[in-house]
T-cell receptor, first 115, second 115 residues
């Protein structure tokens, strides 16, 4: 089945230690998104790639970076995690049609714990 | 700017009872509207979407939603609740930013189903 895969499902890191979260997709979608979701809150968009074009949200901290080496993979790098970065990180993909908005399909998420 | 309001952060129903989760949106352009469900420690799963076709939209697991432009509403209903419906539900609208369809989420409604 075509899907969005996130690894690992749970990640523990230390305060200030860089961490990378991974997302891959077999849907061949050209847009990939990263969301941060804190407990009991709605997902918050951090950034997205439309093909190779990177689009950062205005309020995304510089501590968060992303890479998309090819269509299938996208990475979220947190350069110096703080305690406030503990959250669920969700990857989503979409394939917009001409003049139509593509539906976003989400992965299972990676829960990040910062010690 | 577009926004979504979900009335009621917690809704509790008995098994077999009607489920009604409320969503109101604001948008200056015709919106695309979505309902997603999230089970604990999982990603978001698409229940249904409205994309300016039929105003009554049927989704998975027996859920449906009706787009009412005059009321700027997109409430989610299910005739008979099942224990497995207990989850967090998010209503979302696109912000009209081209084809990338950035989602604006409501704050979510937790559905509790009592036996």
């Amino acid at each position: 089945d075509a899907m969005v895969i996130q690894n690992p499902r749970y990640q523990v890191t230390q305060f200030g230690k860089p961490v990378t979260l991974s997302c891959s997709q077999t849907l061949n979608h050209n847009v990939m998104y990263w969301y941060q979701q804190k407990s009991s809150q709605a997902p918050k968009l951090l950034f997205h790639y439309y093909d190779k074009d990177f689009n950062n949200e205005a309020d995304t901290p510089d501590n968060f970076q992303s890479r998309r080496p090819n269509t299938s993979f996208c990475f979220l790098d947190i350069r110096s995690p703080g305690l406030g970065d503990a959250a669920m990180y969700l990857c989503a993909t979409s394939r917009p049609g001409q003049g139509a908005v593509g539906t976003q399909y989400f992965g299972p998420g990676t829960r990040l714990l910062v010690l | 700017a577009q926004s979504v309001t979900q009335l009621g952060s917690h809704v509790s129903v008995s098994e077999g009872a009607l489920v009604l989760l409320r969503c109101n949106y604001s948008s200056s352009v015709p919106p695309y509207l979505f309902w997603y469900v999230q089970y604990p420690n999982q990603g978001l799963q698409l229940l249904l979407k409205y994309t300016s076709a039929a105003t009554l939209v049927k989704g998975i697991n027996g859920f449906e939603a009706e787009f009412k432009k005059s009321e700027t509403s997109f409430h989610l209903t299910k005739p008979s609740a099942h224990m497995s419906d207990a989850a967090e539900y998010f209503c979302a609208v696109t912000d009209g930013s081209g084809n990338t369809g950035k989602l604006i989420f409501g704050q979510g409604t937790t559905l509790q189903v009592k036996p």
